[in-house]
């Protein structure tokens, strides 16, 4: 069979092989070259003139192991029978070759009625290289999420769960496996307030219908959960450009108890305050009333909107 590269009669079949953009190479039954396209050539990075037709698989072996592009071969003859050997002439196969410049090539073989085959080779380097980035990245992305503090859920347009973080899974005890990608918002809800009851309530059905139909809302909304455990959650929910939201959770239980003490105090000290017998006023550096009791207007004869939180010295002196 007269063709590849370089002869003057080309067949159609030929033309076809030098306008595709992979390299292309067919072989008989006997191993021997009786086709391949310029890219072949190209890919490979074959002197010129050192392919053509007649030649056989093993010729090619031994020219890249010269190469090196196997690695180091003691034995280049005994290395290209032994992987002449191991070919199945029946079997597809296909594998990725990196070779020493860094390119990436997807190398096919296909078994052809007659006995030869056909092996294709396929660049595919910055394929990979946009893998490895796109991994990396996800990779980033997965150990930043994992090392925060606050939960964090992302959902799809559709409501699917698209995202989330250990963080999350801990802070609502999820058991393992119950969380999965693909989830829509209504179930993990049906699971956390009907089946689990984590959160109170009546009717914890129509709760979760009402959270759902919530979350179509395309505004950013902050609200605080209490738990049946007392733990207090604040989700914090912002709609996403193409239709979904982001949710992220924060146990903020110790700013709500540390909130309600200090109110607790500041209650207990002002009934404190205004049932002493002495009257208290306090300025600070600037004269200005930042702490009164009652009875220190009574002492005075002061109205409220004279002596009062925020009140200065002179218009108390004015005033008496």
């Given at each position: 069979?007269?063709?590849?590269?370089?002869?003057?009669?080309?067949?159609?079949?030929?033309?076809?092989?030098?306008?595709?953009?992979?390299?292309?190479?067919?072989?008989?039954?006997?191993?021997?070259?009786?086709?391949?396209?310029?890219?072949?050539?190209?890919?490979?990075?074959?002197?010129?003139?050192?392919?053509?037709?007649?030649?056989?698989?093993?010729?090619?072996?031994?020219?890249?192991?010269?190469?090196?592009?196997?690695?180091?071969?003691?034995?280049?003859?005994?290395?290209?029978?032994?992987?002449?050997?191991?070919?199945?002439?029946?079997?597809?196969?296909?594998?990725?070759?990196?070779?020493?410049?860094?390119?990436?090539?997807?190398?096919?073989?296909?078994?052809?009625?007659?006995?030869?085959?056909?092996?294709?080779?396929?660049?595919?380097?910055?394929?990979?290289?946009?893998?490895?980035?796109?991994?990396?990245?996800?990779?980033?992305?997965?150990?930043?999420?994992?090392?925060?503090?606050?939960?964090?859920?992302?959902?799809?347009?559709?409501?699917?769960?698209?995202?989330?973080?250990?963080?999350?899974?801990?802070?609502?005890?999820?058991?393992?496996?119950?969380?999965?990608?693909?989830?829509?918002?209504?179930?993990?809800?049906?699971?956390?307030?009907?089946?689990?009851?984590?959160?109170?309530?009546?009717?914890?059905?129509?709760?979760?219908?009402?959270?759902?139909?919530?979350?179509?809302?395309?505004?950013?909304?902050?609200?605080?959960?209490?738990?049946?455990?007392?733990?207090?959650?604040?989700?914090?929910?912002?709609?996403?450009?193409?239709?979904?939201?982001?949710?992220?959770?924060?146990?903020?239980?110790?700013?709500?108890?540390?909130?309600?003490?200090?109110?607790?105090?500041?209650?207990?000290?002002?009934?404190?305050?205004?049932?002493?017998?002495?009257?208290?006023?306090?300025?600070?550096?600037?004269?200005?009333?930042?702490?009164?009791?009652?009875?220190?207007?009574?002492?005075?004869?002061?109205?409220?909107?004279?002596?009062?939180?925020?009140?200065?010295?002179?218009?108390?002196?004015?005033?008496r």
């Amino acid at each position: 069979m007269e063709s590849g590269p370089g002869n003057g009669n080309r067949k159609p079949q030929d033309m076809i092989l030098e306008h595709m953009s992979q390299g292309v190479a067919v072989w008989d039954s006997g191993f021997h070259l009786v086709s391949f396209n310029q890219r072949y050539i190209e890919l490979l990075r074959f002197p010129p003139g050192s392919i053509r037709i007649g030649m056989t698989y093993g010729d090619v072996f031994r020219d890249l192991a010269r190469r090196g592009e196997f690695g180091v071969v003691a034995d280049v003859e005994d290395y290209a029978e032994k992987r002449l050997r191991a070919i199945d002439r029946d079997a597809a196969t296909r594998h990725e070759r990196t070779f020493r410049d860094g390119r990436v090539l997807e190398i096919q073989r296909r078994p052809m009625p007659d006995g030869g085959f056909v092996t294709t080779f396929t660049d595919i380097t910055e394929i990979k290289r946009t893998e490895e980035e796109i991994e990396r990245k996800s990779a980033l992305l997965a150990a930043t999420l994992n090392v925060i503090d606050q939960g964090l859920v992302i959902y799809d347009r559709d409501q699917r769960l698209q995202l989330f973080n250990e963080a999350y899974l801990r802070l609502f005890a999820f058991p393992p496996g119950v969380v999965t990608l693909g989830m829509t918002y209504e179930q993990i809800l049906t699971f956390l307030l009907v089946e689990q009851g984590v959160y109170l309530g009546d009717d914890l059905r129509r709760e979760v219908l009402r959270r759902v139909e919530a979350a179509r809302d395309r505004k950013p909304r902050k609200t605080v959960h209490r738990r049946r455990n007392g733990v207090c959650i604040s989700v914090n929910r912002v709609p996403l450009p193409d239709g979904g939201f982001v949710l992220t959770f924060a146990d903020i239980t110790a700013e709500i108890n540390a909130a309600e003490e200090i109110r607790k105090t500041s209650t207990l000290l002002k009934a404190t305050q205004d049932n002493m017998l002495q009257g208290i006023c306090v300025y600070d550096k600037d004269f200005t009333i930042v702490n009164i009791n009652r009875r220190y207007l009574e002492l005075y004869e002061l109205p409220e909107d004279v002596a009062h939180i925020g009140a200065s010295f002179r218009g108390i002196v004015a005033f008496r």
